[in-house]
């Protein structure tokens, strides 16, 4: 083939994939923006919602005008928000760090030694990911009562702390595994003891997983409802979905704007949280997720 | 003892340390439930009295056997999975495969994805009723607007499409999860061997179909085996939607637990339930990592 | 007992003798001058009411605040758990005032459930685990109060009834026979509730349409609605599991069988009966008219009440305690009134659907029994009951007299609430004792409405259920 019929014929597909590409280019955005307006819709609809008011809503406006922006102190009075955020927040965070240590601890040994049953406790771990958690409702219940320890956070710290287990070893094992055996190597060689290349060698190396692990157990406590509603059962105690459920209840009955601005207030910080953390976050649930 | 022995000792107790706590907390919130719901199934109880009613054997189990409920409710719990996560893991490869460029917006991109995922259920379902109400709900509403009107529909209304609904809303929130992990996958894809084939002359399709894919299997496998076992875990998202109705159609396992448990009283029966699912996803799981040749402790990083 | 006011509403009890009513327990002595109450406030439109009686200076609640006969020794805290949540600022403010006035010692503190469903789960696991909390409960009248009180939970009020005769006389007698279980009368009612049909005035005088007041002209005004574009009934059959039996017990009230279906429920009539199959032919033929807004099982509360408040639909078929939700959403010039179902055999009466709102019960192993019977007497006896009712505009648990009505409109400035209270005495039931035979309502008639399957067979399925369950081991009503 001559040079000239070649380099035609490479410009000619060159040509070809040019406007390829960009129909390409052109479907790929309209296929991304339709999907996004899908993901976003509703919760901008409820953002939307929590500054009408009833009347806006029932004539089935989409945009709130005049937007009534005092929903948010009421809807933050009304549920007493600042002792559930503060309630919400302490149980979340404490069974988070829990959990995190635990996992972190479970993720090395489970990643990193041999020891005789490894498969069965690994396996138990896995039974954890996996089971229907109404399962443990009552027997739990029964328990913490006769501990005394009902209407107290720590009846809910010790059962999330549970909950956010499985999928925290799981990742952290994961992520152990991956790490390179020279590492271990030169710190044993150097004198480490197992606490010590966990402590100082191991761990650092795995803030992405911790930060992972740490988001999505928080994330995972701040929504949870059942135990929740089951264990704590004084006001001044209680977490914010079933505060926020609360409210379905309450004079408020049937005042969907308020109702909005308090999904709004409960939504915002796990949201904020997320968008602060988010690259942690993914970093570590693919590595941690993908190690295996 | 050998110092072989004595490494294995002290590996041994090593491994123990640091497993431990999980290990008891696990125990003592995890197993000590199920060992209590695999002993409550064999019994009655009605959840009112301070003990157990008699003991049954495998009445219970017999009992489920022959109620059509049960069967209903398996057969949604297996045909929300079977929907839901070809959806779910088709939607997020598609769109990750489409942000796995050099986009500046992509990390932007990726997040807006996600909030679904991050949003409290009360919150969607809440939002959801509104968007599925036959006269004024927005879904209607906008297919009458655009001239569609004649597929207005009941949604949640109609047994035949209220268990299609609910996994709509249900693939709604997940696609972002299952997006954000392929995504990491494919950009942790050896560039080599794709760039290799894109120098043989390979279009975009077959980039994708021949290459990319067959790369992604484990990570795809992932991905379908955490949405199958939340699938079939699934209760909140239904419960609040239809409670399991109209007329069981979209009754599934977790759902048909909590009715035997707290609306009809049948303690046992319930625990018969979570004793069966518990199992159900237990074989699922340990079913595809066989079919798919990974083992839970090998990897293929 | 005939009223002699003009009213658009057929007055339920006309044609019986007051003796025959006396007789029913459906109307007391006080109830009269109820009626003539409910006639001065002849206007019930959008407006606020021009009340007849000037009252010289601020009403006061007409009733006493008995002292108890037992106090608290020491500072004690009881536990209530509830489940309506807007109820809380009338109990509490019953409290503090027993508190102030009586028993300086006693405090109670309320626990709001989001919902019923989550309360039982809460209430349940505190009984299996043998707690003294909570020190009272609210329960619901049927399967509910059946299971806490043959499970030996709860306490039962024969003692304080035989020592207190009169706080007994002040609550509805049909109302105190629903909660009587194996002869004992469990629990009892804070508030009554009442389905009826809500409507837009304004919009039937536009079209010039009359209230109906049987099931043909029901059918009628139907027609013209659909007509013109506007859906008759706008009905939540998807709010919860009761919902959907609404038309099975309208029916069964307004052919008067409704002691057959509490046999039935009871185990001693099959559900088979001509009469109980014909509620179900009622369900389906109500699926079918075209009364409903499409999709009855598909639509919750917020949503009906939106069609409602939109004018897309001209009635609205709910309860009493909806009342607040449905006045929150409308605008403004919306003239809102009710009427009861309309009478669903030819000749026959209108069946009102009235139920009891939550009822109190007191915890077996509560460490206070007698404090918390004291504390229920407070909230539900002469006193409390006008002071719970008057902000939230439900109704009292039995007759009130004319003035403590004009104390209650005094702050609740509604004109619909003795239209309300006028319709209490006639209520029948609508509550089933068997958890398995309501579950089989439910989805029946679910299925009745969607057209999955014929009332004959839904019937039979109902029936089936109840008699997998054998004797019911409980005795009701």
């Not at chain 1, 910080?269 to 993914?282: A, I, K, N």
């Not at chain 3, 719970?388 to 039995?398: E, V």
């Not at chain 3, 209520?427 to 309501?438: C, K, L, Q």
Request: net charge positive; hydrophobic share 50%.
């Amino acid at each position: 083939m001559s040079t000239a019929v070649a380099r035609a014929s490479v410009a000619r597909r060159q040509r070809a994939a040019g406007r390829a590409t960009r129909i390409g280019r052109v479907a790929m955005w309209a296929v991304l923006l339709a999907a996004l307006g899908v993901s976003l819709a509703p919760g901008l609809y409820m953002i939307s919602l929590s500054f009408m008011d009833n009347p806006q809503l029932f004539a089935g406006r989409l945009v709130p005008w005049p937007p009534h922006a005092e929903n948010y102190p009421r809807a933050w009075v009304a549920s007493n928000i600042g002792q559930l955020y503060w309630n919400s927040i302490y149980v979340s965070t404490a069974s988070m760090v829990a959990t995190v240590a635990i996992s972190a601890l479970a993720g090395y040994g489970l990643g990193r030694i041999r020891f005789a049953g490894r498969g069965l406790v690994y396996g138990i771990v896995l039974v954890g990911l996996t089971i229907p958690l109404q399962i443990a409702l009552i027997p739990l219940f029964m328990n913490l009562r006769v501990l005394g320890l009902l209407n107290t956070r720590l009846a809910l710290i010790g059962p999330y702390t549970a909950f956010g287990l499985a999928f925290g070893t799981y990742i952290m094992k994961g992520f152990f595994q991956g790490l390179p055996r020279e590492l271990e190597e030169a710190a044993r060689l150097d004198g480490a003891g197992e606490l010590g290349i966990f402590a100082r060698v191991m761990l650092p190396l795995t803030r992405p997983a911790l930060a992972t692990v740490a988001i999505f157990v928080f994330l995972q406590n701040w929504n949870e409802f059942l135990f929740a509603l089951t264990f704590i059962t004084e006001g001044k105690m209680r977490t914010l979905p079933t505060g926020i459920y609360a409210l379905l209840s309450s004079e408020f009955y049937g005042n969907y704007p308020i109702l909005a601005a308090s999904l709004v207030l409960f939504s915002v910080p796990v949201l904020v949280l997320y968008f602060v953390f988010q690259r942690e976050f993914v970093e570590g649930l693919t590595a941690g997720a993908l190690k295996h | 003892m050998s110092p072989a022995a004595r490494r294995r000792w002290r590996s041994n107790l090593a491994g123990y340390a640091f497993a431990g706590p999980a290990l008891v907390v696990l125990a003592a919130f995890l197993l000590y439930p199920i060992a209590y719901s695999v002993s409550l199934s064999l019994h009655e109880w009605d959840g009112y009295t301070p003990h157990w009613g008699p003991f049954v054997g495998f009445e219970n189990y017999r009992a489920l056997a022959g109620d059509e409920v049960f069967w209903r409710a398996t057969w949604n719990s297996i045909l929300f999975v079977v929907v839901r996560t070809p959806l779910e893991v088709g939607f997020g490869f598609l769109l990750a495969l489409l942000l796995n460029r050099r986009l500046a917006l992509r990390p932007l991109l990726r997040t807006l994805f996600f909030v679904p995922v991050v949003m409290s259920l009360i919150v969607v379902t809440i939002i959801f009723q509104r968007v599925f109400e036959p006269n004024t709900g927005l879904l209607n509403t906008f297919l009458r607007a655009v001239g569609l009107g004649d597929w207005a529909h009941p949604w949640l209304g109609d047994p035949a499409t209220a268990l299609p609904a609910v996994i709509a809303v249900s693939v709604w929130k997940n696609v972002g999860f299952s997006l954000v992990i392929l995504l990491a996958g494919l950009q942790g894809l050896p560039q080599d061997v794709v760039e290799a084939a894109r120098v043989d002359g390979a279009n975009a399709w077959q980039l994708t179909l021949r290459v990319i894919t067959p790369l992604m299997r484990p990570i795809l496998a992932l991905t379908a085996l955490l949405s199958i076992i939340g699938g079939l875990k699934v209760f909140d998202l239904v419960f609040i939607m239809t409670r399991g109705g109209p007329t069981y159609s979209t009754e599934v396992l977790a759902t048909m637990l909590y009715r035997e448990a707290f609306e009809l009283n049948h303690m046992g029966i319930a625990s018969a339930v979570a004793v069966i699912l518990v199992v159900l996803v237990l074989s699922i799981a340990r079913l595809q990592t066989f079919v798919l040749d990974e083992s839970p402790e090998g990897g293929q990083a | 007992m005939s009223d002699d006011a003009g009213h658009r509403q057929t007055h339920p009890t006309r044609g019986m003798s007051r003796r025959k009513l006396l007789e029913l327990g459906l109307v007391s002595a006080a109830a009269s001058p109820l009626l003539r109450a409910g006639r001065a406030r002849a206007q019930t439109g959008g407006a606020q009411p021009t009340v007849t009686k000037t009252p010289t200076g601020e009403l006061k609640n007409p009733a006493e605040l008995k002292a108890p006969k037992v106090k608290a020794s020491a500072p004690t805290t009881i536990s209530f758990w509830q489940y309506v949540g807007f109820h809380v600022d009338a109990q509490k403010f019953i409290a503090e005032e027993y508190k102030k006035r009586h028993d300086p010692n006693l405090t109670l503190e309320i626990t709001a459930y989001p919902g019923l469903n989550e309360q039982r789960v809460g209430v349940k696991s505190a009984f299996a685990a043998q707690s003294g909390t909570p020190d009272i409960v609210a329960i619901e009248p049927g399967a509910y109060a059946v299971d806490v009180y043959t499970s030996g939970s709860v306490l039962d009020f024969t003692k304080v009834f035989a020592d207190d005769p009169e706080y007994k006389r002040g609550f509805w007698p049909n109302a105190l026979q629903l909660l009587t279980i194996n002869g004992a009368i469990v629990s009892v009612p804070a508030v009554t509730n009442t389905v009826i049909v809500y409507y837009n005035r304004g919009m039937f005088q536009q079209h010039g349409l009359e209230v109906p007041n049987t099931l043909e002209e029901l059918k009628k005004v139907g027609a013209a609605l659909n007509a013109k574009g506007i859906m008759p009934i706008a009905y939540p059959a998807g709010q919860d599991r009761n919902f959907p039996i609404f038309p099975y017990y309208t029916y069964t009230g307004g052919i008067k069988a409704d002691k057959l279906m509490r046999e039935a429920d009871l185990g001693l009539k099959p559900w088979t009966s001509p009469e109980l199959v014909a509620g179900a032919e009622f369900v389906e033929m109500m699926a079918k008219s075209g009364l409903y807004a499409k999709g009855p099982l598909g639509i919750k509360e917020p949503d009906a009440i939106q069609i409602f408040a939109t004018g897309k639909s001209a009635m609205f078929w709910g309860g009493q305690w909806m009342r607040r939700s449905i006045r929150a959403a409308l605008p403004p010039n919306f003239d809102l009134a009710i009427f009861p179902f309309p009478a669903v055999v030819a000749g026959g009466h209108k069946p009102v659907l009235s139920s009891v709102g939550i009822t109190l019960t007191v915890n077996a192993r509560s460490k206070y029994p007698d404090l918390a019977f004291e504390m229920i007497k407070a909230l539900t006896g002469p006193w409390g009951k006008i002071e719970y009712t008057r902000n939230l505009g439900l109704s009292p648990n039995g007759p009130i007299s004319a003035d403590a009505i004009a104390y209650q409109m005094q702050s609740l400035k509604d004109p619909l609430y003795p239209e309300f209270l006028k319709l209490q005495p006639t209520g029948t039931t609508r509550v089933i004792f068997t958890p398995a035979v309501e579950e089989a309502m439910t989805q029946g008639m679910q299925a009745l409405i969607t057209g999955q399957k014929t009332p004959k067979a839904v019937m039979e399925s109902v029936e089936a259920a109840s008699q997998k369950l054998g004797a019911r081991k409980f005795r009701a009503g």
